[in-house]
Nanobody
Framework: QVQLVESGGGLVQAGDSLRLSCAAS????????MAWFRQAPGKEREFVAT????????YYADSVEGRFTISRDNAKKTVYLQMNSLKPEDTAVYYC??????????????????WGRGTQVTVSS
């Protein structure tokens, strides 16, 4: 099993930056694909960004492309989400997720095997 714990959320103003962290423990592997999703009140959980194992290629949702950056530090078993130019519509609970094997898709909730409990991000206008 892999345990994921998110941190770094908070209340910020529009235009500010935050960096989220996701610490992994248990049966971790550098080959796992990792991702960030978010869920706003009354809405479905949606894909934000993913980073593959191995070469670490990344992919972003259109809504965050150019503002958010996902990265990983395999030595620390930690994945990060740097969020810049935050907007009120970025307000949500942000979840970290891990995929244990190859996937044809990396943007669906069901593509991931393990989830953290989330960290709240609130952006005021």
């Amino acid at each position: 099993q892999v345990q994921l714990v998110e941190s770094g959320g908070g209340l910020v103003q529009a235009g500010d930056s935050l960096r989220l962290s996701c610490a992994a423990s248990g049966r971790t592997s550098d080959s796992y694909g990792m991702a960030w999703f978010r869920q706003a009140p009354g809405k479905e959980r949606e894909f934000v960004a993913t980073i593959r194992g191995g070469g670490g290629s990344t992919y972003y949702a259109d809504s965050v492309e150019g503002r958010f950056t996902i990265s990983r530090d395999n030595a620390k078993k930690t994945v990060y989400l740097q969020m810049n130019s935050l907007k009120p519509e970025d307000t949500a609970v942000y979840y970290c997720a891990a995929a244990f094997g190859f996937r044809r898709s990396w943007v669906r909730v069901l593509d991931y095997d393990s989830w953290g409990r989330g960290t709240q991000v609130t952006v005021s206008s």
